[in-house]
């Protein structure tokens, strides 16, 4: 556009310069070319627009908004047009306690009093987009600076509200995953109706004073050692059942052997012996002793 109106004014002063006055006619010339070659260039560039990968633009003129989006390319448009671009990839915004990690300089953390009064600090991150079609909307409606407007208050103010159904204690460790799908059903809400698509939001560190940290923290190493020896009697329940099945087993063993084994069958084992070791090839004296003993055997 700059270009576009350099060159018409220089066109003009070309022609103003055209006069029958040789000097000026030398001026005038040039002038008038240099004009035309600035208006051409001028208006090539104001009517082809370049929208990188991961964008749209939307056009307005004069102000006014217009309800169309230019998609990733070269777009040809009115060269009086002003294009406002929307990054429509993933973005995140952060709200930490640590300097220089989120969005804002210094200890941006959300602070909130749960249901047992005590003050919690949160560190969030939130995983957003816009909706390209709703671009020329957000542009109308909020401007293009959507996340300090939207994004943060939003954010701050939800968590806030659905941190008082819950204690300091449940945030910390059993109920923090219902606490966020709780806000992010709620943030989602309000994002959605406003054009913007939430895609995840991560609640990345929660902080209890340090009085109730100490507290959970005993407990929980109190409830470890609980889980831990009631381990350990299990097993040795375990190994006094085994000890016990063993037992019995040996015991059951002794009264079959006893119950079941005579005099004459210990005999008969006795003789089947004797009838081995004489078939033996090996040299061997045999010294038969009274009724009913069992003979030594000699190589």
Do not use: C, W
């Not at 992010?184 to 913007?196: H, P, S, T, V, Y």
């Not at 210990?266 to 089947?272: F, V």
């Amino acid at each position: 556009m700059i270009l576009m109106i350099l060159g018409l004014m220089l066109f003009i002063a070309g022609y103003m310069f055209n006069s029958p006055n040789a000097n000026l006619q030398r001026i005038a010339r040039p002038l008038s070319i240099a004009g035309v070659i600035f208006f051409l260039i001028g208006f090539s560039t104001s009517v082809v627009r370049k929208v990188d990968t991961g964008q749209v633009g939307v056009p307005s003129l004069f102000g006014e908004v217009q309800n169309k989006t230019l998609e990733s390319g070269l777009n040809f448009i009115n060269p009086l047009d002003d294009v406002t671009m929307f990054d429509i990839k993933t973005q995140n915004y952060t709200m930490s306690a640590t300097h220089d990690e989120g969005d804002k300089e210094g200890d941006d953390a959300i602070r909130v009093l749960t249901a047992d009064g005590l003050e919690v600090i949160i560190d969030l991150t939130v995983l957003y987009r816009i909706s390209p079609a709703q671009a020329p909307a957000i542009l109308k409606q909020i401007g293009a600076d959507y996340k300090d407007k939207i994004i943060r208050p939003i954010t701050r103010t939800k968590i806030r509200d659905n941190a008082v159904y819950y204690d300091a204690v449940s945030l910390y460790s059993t109920r923090r995953d219902e606490f966020q799908n709780r806000i992010f059903k709620a943030i989602d809400i309000d994002l959605k109706n406003r054009g913007i698509i939430l895609e995840q939001l991560l609640i990345r560190n929660i902080n209890l004073p340090a009085s109730v940290k100490q507290t959970i923290e005993s407990k929980i190493n109190a409830e470890q050692e609980a889980q831990k020896m009631q381990f350990v009697l299990q097993k040795e329940k375990q190994e006094a059942e085994r000890k016990r099945v063993e037992a019995q087993g040996i015991a059951d063993y002794q009264r079959i052997i006893s119950t079941g084994l005579s005099d004459k069958q210990l005999q008969y084992e006795a003789i089947k012996a004797q009838r081995d070791l004489s078939l033996s090839p090996n040299a061997k004296v045999i010294i038969m002793g009274a009724k009913g003993n069992t003979p030594i055997i000699l190589n």
